[in-house]
């Protein structure tokens, strides 16, 4: 792919979400009636419930995409966001968090007038001894972001788009995909779309099978998620599909590494072992070192490895956010 100079070299596209991370006991998530290692849309009461029931390590900004921007700017990108908060203090928490990244934040908030009853978004992470966590999302002021909200100056100066599909619930989040798709193509650029769930790709697997078709480039996902997209159980079936589709296929396969896919060529890329305490964020943390790489002309196979490199940090620890040097650790 050939990346011309542009102002950021990733824009990301997302639900800008305040998580709140808790250590739960194994069983616990069943117990509430959830499917463990899932996420789950509540609303704003079982938010509040779900809070009080459990202890929380930790609070901070948070969001699928906006994870991918905050490691992707500690690897050395230049990145911008786009994303709704309301104007309340969750929302300025999650800017701040933001911009301390070094990220460019330009999309105005909710105001009192507008929001209504949708406050800043929510996700309470439940993560069970074994790493996994389960996750439980109030969406609030998420849900207000539309075709306006994409700020053409933003997508057009980055060398790639990069789309949350936990984003793309609502009907105007997907015009705004749409939209997005439509101007970083017009600009010369590169779109990337993370499908984010399998619950969420089997809501609305023909909508995002068109996105993926005709206006996705770099495709990320993992290997349930692309066996969701092409409604298969053969994951080198999945595979074929996606290459037929887009330039760029990136699967993920948890501790069995990475197939990185273009035409006809196939790269695979080890994982690299650590000790597993909370995978919350993982593949944001994947996709980010994959961008990364390549916005800087590297190989498929570098940019596996930095993307594994980063996800690695990240499990290694609580929260999706990295607490090492990752520039040092990936040798960019």
């Known amino acids: ?85 309301a104007d309340d203090e969750a929302g300025r928490v999650f800017r701040l968090d933001i911009e301390a990244a070094g990220i ?12 209504g009853d949708r406050d800043t978004a929510l996700c309470v992470i439940l993560v069970t001894p074994d790493g996994q966590r389960t996750m439980n999302t109030y969406l609030g002021a998420c849900t207000a972001f539309a075709e306006a909200d994409v700020l053409a100056e933003a997508i057009a100066g980055a060398r790639v788009t990069y789309l949350e599909g936990y984003l793309f619930d609502p009907p105007q989040a997907q015009r705004a995909f749409r939209r997005a798709a439509e101007i970083a193509h017009a600009a010369g650029r590169h779109v990337a779309l993370t499908l984010s769930d399998p619950f969420c790709v089997g809501r609305h697997r023909s909508a995002f099978r068109a996105l993926v078709a005709g206006g996705v480039d ?9 066996l969701s997209l092409y409604e298969t159980a053969d994951f080198e079936a999945a595979a074929r599909h996606a290459s037929a589709d887009v330039a760029l296929a ?83």
């Not at 070299?9 to 290692?37: K, S, W, Y």
């Open 104 to 115: 460019a934040f330009p999309s105005a908030p909710l105001s009192e007038a507008t929001r």
């Open 1 to 85: 792919m050939h990346f011309a100079e542009a102002a950021f070299d990733i824009t990301g596209i997302g639900n800008a979400i305040v998580d709140v991370l808790a250590p739960v006991p194994a069983g616990f998530p069943e117990q509430q009636g959830m499917v463990p290692a899932s996420m789950s849309l509540i609303d704003a009461i079982r938010a509040a419930e779900l809070t009080a029931l459990v202890n929380p390590v930790a609070r901070t900004g948070g969001g699928s995409a906006a994870n991918t921007c905050v490691v992707a700017a500690a690897l050395g990108a230049r990145v911008a966001y786009l994303g709704k908060v």
């Open 250 to 332: 990136v699967l993920t396969r948890s501790e069995h590494g990475s197939l990185v896919v273009r035409g006809d060529e196939r790269v695979r890329i080890a994982a690299v072992p650590t000790r597993v305490v909370d995978t919350t964020g993982a593949g944001d943390a994947y996709a980010a070192g994959f961008l990364t790489a390549l916005t800087q002309g590297r190989t498929l196979a570098e940019c596996g490895r930095v993307g594994s490199v980063a996800a690695a940090e990240i499990i290694s620890h609580y929260g999706a956010r990295p607490e090492a040097d990752l520039r040092q650790l990936a040798g960019l």
């Open 218 to 226: 770099i495709l990320f996902a993992n290997e349930q998620e692309i």
